[in-house]
């Protein structure tokens, strides 16, 4: 068992919250067409309301730490506040569009030991990429970010979602985070904006364009492994855990409020209310999150699919239902195997008519004062 694994086991043993995600800002300096974010600063969190909610995480045992935004480093504490977390001892992993990043930010990164730096790059051509993020010259400012970070030596990893307008650049993205010695992450997953508008889902690529990516061999690694049937279900599947979101991971947005993860906005508190450590032991919400099984699960209990589907919690929360079925997941299911899901079946649909008009997104705080390739599960990208 890998390290990162005997981790996991033992914070869940434990009640540990391993992992947190906290986004400093929903403020950017890109206006990404698909993004799920509104940039207006509602009453972000202040420099030492953020260092006191580090203090307090590192008391209750968080080790892994990303911060992210919007773009984070358009706060001008941004330095600060990851100088104050390696101070603690946070594994630190920092998610920007680079643009900000030269040859002093570099430096300054590699001093702190900044575990890894992620960074959205959707297209090796600026025609595409700069209409993506809606800023003219982001392409070649976030190579050049990405350049320097790789000359200092930190570990970059180039995140891009797959979308109707990149689909046919994600394998040169792919070679070009190669050549920079980055890891490569592709993403097909968009989500809705987070006052609940859906008019962001018109961006997904197409089923074709995600079954091309399921069968391609550079990103997915064994096809035919990556494309099996489903397992059998056994008792170890029924009994196991959705996923790691309010077990052993949250997330804070930077109004201080907390979800279990940033893809599932279901709302458990509020640090600037609230000890994050009461929220996090004596939450209903994430009481509720943590009693699920595999086995409670509506529809996709009795699914084939159950044991390798990537089923996340918190799509099927913004459906409606944390027990029920998410149907972006149905759809990566059917299109890996070519086997309807439970959920589609049962509805009679085949494939991409799952309804949409039921989703919900996190809201908005009233309160003022997250050289290898994969295709990740669906954590959104921003
Ligand atoms: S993105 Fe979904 S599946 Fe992944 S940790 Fe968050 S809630 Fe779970
Ligand atoms: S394929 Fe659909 S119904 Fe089956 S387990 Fe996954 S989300 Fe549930």
Request: charged share 20%; proline share 4%.
């Amino acid at each position: 068992m890998k390290l990162i694994e005997r981790l996991n086991e033992k914070a869940l043993v434990h009640g540990v919250p391993l992992s947190v995600h906290l986004d400093l800002t929903y403020r950017c300096n890109e206006r990404c067409e698909h993004c799920y974010l509104e940039h207006d600063d509602r009453g972000e969190m202040n420099t030492s309301e953020i260092q006191n909610l580090l203090r307090q995480l590192a008391e209750a045992g968080v080790f892994f730490l990303t911060l992210s935004g919007g773009e984070p480093l358009v706060r001008d504490d941004c330095f600060e506040i990851i100088e104050f977390a390696r101070a603690l001892q946070f594994n630190v992993k920092l998610k920007t569009n680079a643009i900000l990043i030269r040859e002093k930010e570099a430096a300054r990164l590699k001093a702190l030991a900044v575990e890894q730096v992620q960074i959205s790059l959707y297209s090796h051509r600026a025609e595409v990429h700069d209409a993506i993020t809606k800023v003219r010259g982001s392409l070649q400012r976030t190579l050049a970010g990405i350049r320097v970070l790789r000359a200092h030596g930190l570990k970059v990893s180039v995140a891009n979602v797959l979308m109707k307008s990149n689909a046919s650049d994600n394998e040169a993205v792919g070679a070009l985070a190669g050549e920079f010695g980055a890891h490569y992450m592709l993403d097909p997953t968009i989500t809705p904006m987070i006052d609940g508008g859906i008019e962001v889902l018109r961006y997904r690529a197409s089923a074709a364009d995600v079954a091309a990516v399921f069968h391609n061999s550079a990103l997915v690694g064994n096809v035919e492994q990556f494309c099996a049937p489903p397992q059998a279900i056994d008792d170890s599947i029924l009994e196991g855990l959705p996923c790691s979101a309010g077990h052993t991971a949250c997330y804070i947005s930077p109004y201080g409020d907390l979800y279990p993860c940033v893809q599932f906005p279901l709302p458990c508190g509020n640090v600037r209310r609230q000890k994050f450590a009461d929220i996090w032991r004596n939450s209903p919400q994430l009481a509720e999150v943590r009693s699920i099984r595999a086995k409670d699960l509506e529809t996709c209990s009795a699914c084939s699919h159950l044991g390798s589907c990537s089923r996340c919690p918190g799509l099927a929360y913004m459906e409606g239902n944390m027990r029920g079925p998410s149907s972006v997941d149905c759809e990566k299911s059917f299109l890996r195997t070519q086997i309807p899901s439970a959920a589609m079946m049962a509805s009679g649909l085949s494939q991409r008519q799952a309804p949409r008009s039921s989703l919900v997104q996190i809201q908005l705080s009233q309160s003022k004062n997250g050289v290898a390739s994969s295709v990740a599960a669906g954590q959104p990208i921003n």
